[in-house]
């Protein structure tokens, strides 16, 4: 079974400070992404990784940044966390016969 | 650029009913098309999917069916149970959209004792 785990189900931050969202997988597949879900919006993509070191830009990436360091864990960092990006942020990895596989997510509340 | 409609955003049914969910899409050169269900405080989970070359797929009481003329897809739900209550999402994608892909933007069954 494929597993797609995330650091944090809950996290409360303060406005200003740097958050860092960690999402590692088990199964090797090269993509990797990163959404945010709020009511109303549905999933939106933040970034994407399709191999180590390497990322794309999604629909929303501003406020955003990533890192790939390995093939396994992808990170979505907020540089100066702001309340507007209060959301449920999902990781997600993909097959070559492009299932996705996500994570639990993580709900982040910026105060 | 592609877009993605699902219809309703809203659903409730009486328990042992039927549920139909709807996909429309825009890019004619997607081939794979799945649903995923997003029960509360989860992650979206792959129920069912189909591919191009097949119109339509079952598993117990879940169905898809495909329509690439007209460029929708169906989810079908039967004899549905409380358990089916959660948000479902459509994802098409293809070729010519590379990593990138597109969720509806989700329908919310309820199902009613």
């Known amino acids: 079974d494929v597993k797609v785990t995330q650091s944090s189900r809950y996290l409360v931050k303060r406005t200003g400070e740097k958050v860092f969202l960690e999402c590692v997988q088990d199964?090797?597949?090269?993509?990797m992404f990163w959404y945010r879900q709020d009511p109303g919006l549905g999933l939106r993509l933040i970034y994407f990784s399709y191999d180590v070191k390497m990322k794309e830009k999604g629909d929303i990436p501003e406020g955003y940044s990533v890192s790939r360091e390995k093939k396994e864990r992808f990170s979505l960092i907020l540089e100066s966390a702001s309340t507007n990006q209060t959301s449920m942020y999902l990781c997600?990895?993909?097959?070559?016969?492009?299932?996705?596989?996500f994570g639990p997510g993580t709900r982040l509340l910026v105060l | 650029g592609e877009n993605v409609e699902q219809h309703p955003s809203t659903l409730s049914v009486q328990e042992g009913d039927s549920a139909v969910i709807k996909c429309t899409y825009s890019d004619s050169a997607s081939n794979y098309f799945p649903w995923y269900k997003q029960e509360l405080g989860k992650g979206p989970q792959l129920i069912i999917d189909?591919?191009?070359?097949?119109g339509e797929k079952k598993d117990q009481r879940i169905a898809v069916t495909l329509n690439k003329t007209a460029k929708h897809f169906s989810l079908h739900i039967t004899e549905t149970q409380p358990e089916d209550s959660a948000v479902y999402f459509c994802?098409?994608?293809?070729?010519?959209?590379?990593?990138?892909?597109?969720f509806g933007s989700g329908t919310r069954l309820s199902i009613r004792p």
């Open positions: 189909i591919r191009s070359n097949v």
């Open positions: 997600a990895t993909r097959t070559h016969q492009e299932t996705q596989y």
């Open positions: 994802a098409p994608s293809g070729v010519s959209s590379a990593s990138k892909i597109i």
């Open positions: 199964m090797d597949h090269e993509n």
